[in-house]
């Protein structure tokens, strides 16, 4: 109703009601017959400045200095919302370096920084002044040729529109349909979440490199999902803009700035929240001893299809049947990552004490495990040498969700890379090949990882891992 009042030409989304728009109607047609009177409508018009003024507008007649002082008030507006600048999202300045500092998106404004947080940006806050965040352009190819500007509430940009309630901006560099990137995106909204009276969003803003994009991947949106609730992307549908929220958290940084304590509870309360939305009770897996007081050991081989999957998983899935086998309690289970909706793979992996896969995205499902559960990583030919720092990720995946890293196995048979001293071209060429497999190395592994299982279960007492109060948010 107050934005109804002073600020012309702004539209609201979602679509709110203008309870005072009929009264106002109906008072200018009776002031259009007072003819002397109309002047006063551009008094009532521009007292924006004055929510508490007298009721009886009648008063700045009586009062000449008003007059002019209102007036000069509604030229400063005017002048403030021209004066808004509108900067690229997507800072090309920064281009060599697009991940450091402020990073190159809205590279102008500083994050806050909290212990053992991750960085975020609120607005409207103490530090933009009591200004929201306004954007303009819904370009999807190129960041820079959307913008950004803060704007107070009270002298938002001409014709903007009022986007209402709480927005979660997430910008990455990487990608919001990668289960791994998308995950990475995703944790720390749930991080400021629990941090603030797990306040929900009203909408998501879905940013990379400051391109516009409307959707998650599906993994990463059931995450969201169960979560967060069924909470729309927004595509800026009314045009080009501006946009200005009415409050709005940014993430840029991904996870970092969050400290290991603060990740375990994170993942505590997605894996809780996610095995709630998919109605998966751990409670209900079974006995975790057998009838002989042998701990029951569920092994879990992941499989991917295509790049990174086993040159011959026959021979593989026979490997680990053999040694599960001769393990008493242990029980296998094989299944393809890709062949599973979202709930069940939440419902395999809360079955699963050790994890074995390939590397890969899929692997990031081993957040649904219970915490301590252990992981087995393979590793194709070359990725050893030439894949850097990188090819760690779900050893860090495993530290940030509780999980024990059981080590990699690296493939060493295959082609060799052409020009061996190329490091990106030969990483190229290993990128994604298929794995091989040595039948006296997993044998030795599995059993080892599974006699370390077996005497963790045997010290811990049943059901101690289920922490009721993780899905508190
Ligand atoms: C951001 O931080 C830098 C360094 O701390 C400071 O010089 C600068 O004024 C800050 N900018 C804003 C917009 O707060
Ligand atoms: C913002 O500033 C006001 C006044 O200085 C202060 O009372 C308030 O605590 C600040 N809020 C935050 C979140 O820092
Ligand atoms: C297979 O693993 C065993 C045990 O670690 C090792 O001694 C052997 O050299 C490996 N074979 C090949 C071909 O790498
Ligand atoms: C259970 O979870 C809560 C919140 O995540 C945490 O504060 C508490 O320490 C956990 N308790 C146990 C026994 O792990």
Redesign the pocket.
């Known amino acids: 109703m107050e934005m109804e009042t002073h600020s012309t030409g702004l539209k609201i989304l979602p679509r709110t009601k203008y309870p005072c728009r009929f009264t106002l109607t109906k008072l200018l047609s009776f002031l259009l017959i007072l003819l002397p009177l109309v002047i006063i409508l551009h008094f009532q018009a521009s007292s924006f400045t004055y929510p508490t003024s007298p009721s009886w507008p009648f008063s700045y007649l009586y009062n000449p200095t008003h007059s002019s002082q209102s007036e000069q008030i509604e030229t400063l507006t005017t002048k403030l919302k021209d004066s808004i600048t509108f900067l690229p999202l997507k800072d090309i300045r920064y281009s060599k370096f697009p991940l450091e500092g402020n990073t190159w998106f809205m590279s102008?404004?500083?994050s806050t920084f909290e212990e053992n947080e991750p960085r975020y940006l609120f607005f409207p806050s103490n530090?933009s002044k009591g200004r929201v965040l306004c954007f303009k352009g819904r370009n999807s190819r190129d960041g820079t040729k959307n913008t950004y500007a803060l704007a107070w509430p009270d002298a938002l940009p001409p014709s903007a529109t009022l986007v209402e309630g709480l927005t979660f901006v997430s910008n990455t560099y990487f990608t919001h349909e990668n289960i791994l990137h998308g995950y990475n995106a995703i944790t720390p909204f749930v991080s400021w979440s629990m941090k603030n009276q797990c306040l929900k969003p009203s909408r998501w803003v879905l940013l990379h490199w400051g391109e516009v994009k409307t959707k998650m991947g599906s993994w990463v949106w059931n995450l969201a999902k169960a979560m967060f609730g069924d909470v729309a992307v927004e595509i800026f549908a009314n045009g080009d803009g501006p946009y200005c929220f009415e409050k709005a958290v940014v993430m840029r940084h991904d996870m970092e700035g969050m400290g290991e304590q603060k990740k375990l509870r994170v993942f505590d309360l997605l894996r809780c929240k996610a095995r709630e939305a998919c109605s998966v009770d751990p409670m209900g897996r079974g006995k975790e001893m057998n009838e002989k007081g042998t701990p029951i050991i569920r092994l879990t081989l992941l499989m991917r299809r295509g790049a990174r999957s086993f040159k011959n998983e026959e021979v593989v899935k026979g490997i680990f049947r053999k040694e599960c086998e001769r393990f008493e309690g242990c029980v296998l289970s094989v299944i393809q990552s890709d062949d599973l909706s979202f709930c069940d793979q939440v419902r395999a992996m809360t079955n699963t004490d050790i994890l074995a896969s390939p590397h890969g995205a899929q692997q990031t499902n081993m957040l649904f495990m219970d915490r301590g559960s252990s992981v087995m990583e393979f590793f194709p030919k070359g990725w050893l040498e030439h894949a850097g720092e990188g090819q760690y990720v779900y050893h860090w995946t495993a530290t940030d969700t509780g999980m024990k890293h059981q080590g990699g196995w690296w493939d060493t048979v295959g082609e060799e890379c052409p020009n061996p001293e190329q490091e990106l071209e030969c990483f190229t060429f290993y990128k994604n090949s298929r794995i091989g497999h040595n039948e006296t190395y997993f044998t030795e592994w599995a059993r080892k990882v599974l006699n370390e299982v077996r005497v963790t279960k045997l010290k811990q007492a049943p059901k101690e891992h289920v922490n009721s109060s993780a899905c508190e948010c």
């Open positions: 102008s404004l500083n530090s």
